[in-house]
Each structure stands twice: as C-alpha cells, then as structure tokens.
C-alpha cells in the first residue's frame, strides 16, 4: 500500500517562491532608466545614474546580484572597447550582504550610479549593466541589458592648451616724465622776486636742466607750472592782491630766463596763485618741534572762516612769535615746476639694434621687442636671446617657457617655468604658469593650490575658470572668469545654458579660431539657428579639418544633416 504525503497548498508556494532551485530571470531593459539620456560629461567625467525598478516576484529570495555598469564604443581602428564603472549589488530579501535590497513580493527600485572618464571616441557608445548571480554559493550570470546610450562630450572642450600663460612684463617706457622743481621765497608782505632767490643752487640747476633738455633731440620740455601762495596773516583781500602779484613777478623772471637760454618749445606754462595757503600751513605745523602745535591744530579745525582762524591763532600769543618765525616763512614763496619728458628709442630702432646687436639693448628693452611681433616662432628666438644675455632674470626664462608653452612643448615649459620659480619663488606669474602645466598633466590638485597662490595675475582668470571646467563646477568657473573673451569663458555660458552671454563672448574673441567657429556652431544647435549652425561648422572645418569628423560623431548636431560638410 503506497502512502503519500499532502503538503498545504501554502508551503508549496514556499518552496517555489524560495527559490532554492530557481534561477532568476533575466533583467530587461525596461527596468532601467538613465538620468540623462544621451549621456553628458561634467566635467572630463561621463557621470550618470541608473534608476531601476524591479517587478514584483522577480527578485529572488535567496538571490545577491552584483551589477556592474559598462559603457562601449568601436575605436577608429574599428575595434570594439568598453570601461567599467563601480559595481553595485542588488540583494534579495533572505542576503545578508549591504545591497540595496528588493522585495520578492513587491518588487522595489534601486539606483545604480554611473561615472567613468571620458575617451575619445565615447560620443557613440553605448551603456549597459552586466549581472553576475549568486545564490547561495551558485553563480551564473545573466544576459547584460542596454540602458543609455551615447555622449554629448561638450564640456571637454575646456583647454588649457588654449590658456594664454602669465607673461613677467618689461619695465620699458618710451617715455619717461620727469619732475624738476624750485622755490623762490619772498619777505613778508613784499612781491619782488631777490636776485638771491634766483642765484640758489636749486633755481640754477633747474634752467640747467631746462637747457639741456632743450638741447637734447630725445628730450622735451612738456610743461612749465608756477604755483605762488601768501602766508595766512592779514586779511584776504590783501593776500589775494600779494599772491596775484608773486604770481605775475615769477612768471615774468621764468619768461626772461626762458628767452635767454633760448628756449621757445615748453610745452605750456601756466601759473596759479592761492592768497592763504592753510593746507600748507597745516603740515608744516604737524612737523614741527612747536610745543603747543596740538593747540594750534585743534584751533584750525575748530574755525572754517580764514580770517577768524588767523584772529584765533593770533590770540595764543604764547606761540604765535614761533610761528612767525618757523612756519610763516616758509609759506611765502613761488614754486616753479617742470615736467621733461625722456624719449626713448622708437620701435624700429629697438629692432634694427636687435637684429644687429642685441647685447646693447637692456634686459626691458629686449623683453619689449618680444611684444611686439605676434608670430610665436619669432618671440621664442628673442625670449631665448634674452635668456642668453641676462640669464639671471627670472623673466627671460619664464617668458621663453611661454612661448615653448604656446607650441605646445609642455617639458621644455615646465623646465623653465621651475627655474623661474627657484629664480623668483614670490613671483606670481611663474606660480600661475606651473598650474597650467599641472592641469595639462591633470594633476588637479596641484594646479587648484598653485592656480590659487597665483591671484591676481590678470591672464589667471582663464587657468582658474578652466580648472574649474574640468572639476565639473560651472557656477565656480563663470564667477573665475568673469569678463574674459575666450573660448573657454564662452563653453562655461553655453554649459550654463546662459546662450545670450556666450554668443556675446564669442563675438568678441579678437582672434577667434577653429574651436571658436565649433562652439559658436553648437549655439547654434542649442538655439535651433540651422544657418548659425552650419556657416560656424564650415568656418571651423576649414581652418581645422579634424573638426569634420568630430561634428559628425558629435550629439550636438544629432539633428542636422552634415554628409555633404
């Protein structure tokens, strides 16, 4: 007699539902959706995340799933590669692991986020989750599913290849103004200009100088000013008449020398005169030895009226001898002041002793004939001339840094730019120029410290905004770049959506180049300007033809017809 045994109804749906021996199904695709789509870099980084939701009945118990994220593309060569992201796992209810774990009743939702490193070629690809199952020591692994595709690579256009680096500037002045001045004193009460004010050493050395400037082919005299003042005594009425006439005699004496030394080209001479100099009165107080200076001092401040302070001031009896006889004084004069302008060599004359003789240039003038050819062939050559001559001025090894930079010779830059720096340790143009060389070798860390020490240098505001680009922060990098005309200052107002700013930057590129026509082009897309659209494409192609490819494998131009660029 056979027996047989009757389990409940509810614990056979035990055992199916456990899954001891059921294998999970195979993930589908529309489980998952990817946040955004197509995938956009921030940044140098693709990031992304993968929401899932999972069916009901569908995660088993029993089962731990390790997912891993995995993004591939065909090179040029026409191979296919891919680049795995961090795995996640998703764990069933029974898994004594740190999943995300999901209910086999309900079902649940799990997120999977998703960044790698952008390579070139990525802009078509495709991202899919592989799934690698175990259960309970069992492994196997499931079918891997599609969940995005593509990358709109738009941010990686931030370049620091395309960053001008800081230059350390000459100190040359075509024309250098000079200042010469001398005083002519009076009596007290009178206006007559003494022979023995005339005869000083500082009034003869003035109509020296006067002369030979005048003599000089590379000097002039630009301006002649005579400013003439009253000592703060007696009424205004009578100081004004006194000034005015000190100012009339200086004049008159300044003319007649000027005639007998025969000097007709002064530029202008113009005179003033001021009836109560009090401001002057005021310092020369403050720098005295007078005792009770702190009296007079508040008395001034007290009284604005001028012929009430001279009344108040007269009050303090106690001190107004040694006023009269310290500071009085010196407040009856005339100043004669002349500007002489030096000229130096022109620009052609600075080449010609370049190209002839560069030793007998000085180390500003050299570094000033580099400004003024904008082939960088042709700065290198002067730099490393310059180098040669006065090999220990930082400015000569970092300027040719500069330009080994802009060629794109990033050792032989970077050899400079440290030994300007042990030349110069405090100088902050060579700090700026090695943070570039970091963020071209992407030591990122590196350049934020040195791009940092470097504020304030006017070409740091690109490095800085394009640190920031490539950190992925476009709040920072617009606020680092501020009024900057360049290509990256305009790629962060178009990552930032602000389409008006960045067509406003690029139009006012001096210079602009392939990557300018590029990004002007992808506005263009963004603002659905097919014209704009195509005539930037072609500008750019024709001065980079690289650039063709690169449009048509570009997200940005998904939607417009570029077969026949």
Excluded at 247 to 273: A, C, M, P, R, Y
Aim: with cysteine; aromatic share 8%.
């Amino acid at each position: 007699m056979k027996h047989y045994i009757i389990l409940p109804a509810i614990a056979v749906g035990v055992v199916l539902s456990g899954g001891c021996a059921k294998k999970l199904k195979g993930f589908q695709n529309d489980f998952f959706n990817t946040n955004p789509t197509p995938l956009e870099t921030v940044g140098q980084n693709v990031p992304a995340t993968i929401n899932g939701n999972l069916p009901a009945k569908f995660m088993l118990k029993n089962a731990k799933v390790t997912t891993t994220p995995v993004l591939q593309w065909q090179t040029e060569a026409g191979n296919s590669t891919e680049v795995f992201a961090s795995p996640v796992i998703i764990q069933g209810e029974n898994v004594r692991d740190n999943g995300q774990t999901v209910s086999f009743a309900n079902g649940g939702h799990v997120t999977i986020p998703f960044n790698v490193e952008y390579q070139p070629g990525m802009d078509h690809s495709d991202l899919y989750l592989d799934f690698e199952v175990d259960q309970n020591g069992k492994k196997y692994t499931l079918p891997r599913v599609k969940v995005g595709y593509g990358v709109i690579a738009t941010s990686t256009l931030a370049s620091a290849a395309s960053v001008t680096p800081a230059t350390a500037r000459d100190n040359f002045q075509k024309v250098i103004s000079e200042q010469y001045s001398a005083d002519i004193h009076f009596l007290i009460n009178q206006a007559n200009v003494r022979a023995s004010e005339t005869s000083k050493a500082d009034y003869i050395d003035l109509n020296k100088r006067l002369v030979e400037a005048n003599a000089a082919p590379n000097q002039e005299i630009a301006e002649l000013t005579i400013n003439s003042y009253a000592s703060p005594e007696g009424t205004m009425a009578f100081n004004t008449q006194l000034a005015e006439k000190r100012e009339k005699n200086t004049q008159s004496v300044v003319e007649t020398q000027l005639k007998k030394d025969k000097i007709t080209e002064f530029g202008e001479l113009t005179s003033s005169f001021t009836p109560e100099d009090w401001e002057g009165f005021q310092r020369l107080v403050e720098k005295s030895n007078i005792q009770d200076k702190e009296l007079i001092l508040s008395v001034l401040s007290m009284y604005k009226d001028p012929e009430q302070r001279e009344q108040e001031i007269r009050n303090l009896s106690s001190v107004f001898n040694e006023l009269a006889d310290q500071i009085l004084p010196q407040l009856r004069y005339s100043r004669v002041m002349a500007t002489i302008n030096v000229i130096g060599k022109s620009d052609q004359e600075l080449i010609e002793l370049y190209n002839t003789d560069p030793e007998k240039l000085t180390v500003d003038e050299i570094l000033y004939v580099a400004t003024l050819t904008d082939d960088n062939t042709r700065k290198m050559a002067i730099y490393d001339k310059a180098a040669q001559i006065y090999p220990n001025d930082y400015r000569t090894i970092n300027n040719l840094g500069l330009t080994q930079y802009v060629a794109g010779d990033y050792a032989a830059a970077s050899a400079n730019f440290d030994k300007a720096a042990r030349m110069n340790p405090a100088a902050k143009e060579v700090e700026m120029n090695q943070g570039l060389i970091s963020l071209v070798n992407k030591n990122y860390n590196k350049a934020n410290e040195q791009l940092g020490a470097a504020a304030g240098v006017p070409e740091n505001a690109d490095a800085l905004g394009v640190y920031y680009l490539t950190q992925g922060d476009i709040t920072k990098a617009n606020g680092a770049f501020g009024d900057v005309k360049t290509n990256n200052a305009a790629l962060a107002r178009i990552l930032a959506k602000d389409y008006s700013a960045a067509k406003s930057i690029l139009s006012a590129i001096p210079n602009p180049d392939a990557t300018t026509y590029y990004l002007t082009a992808i506005l263009g897309a963004r603002t659905n300007n097919e014209n704009m659209v195509m005539s930037n494409l072609r500008q750019a192609i024709k001065q980079d033809r690289k650039l063709l490819r690169k449009a048509q494998n570009d997200l940005e131009f998904a939607n417009y017809n570029l077969s026949y660029l």
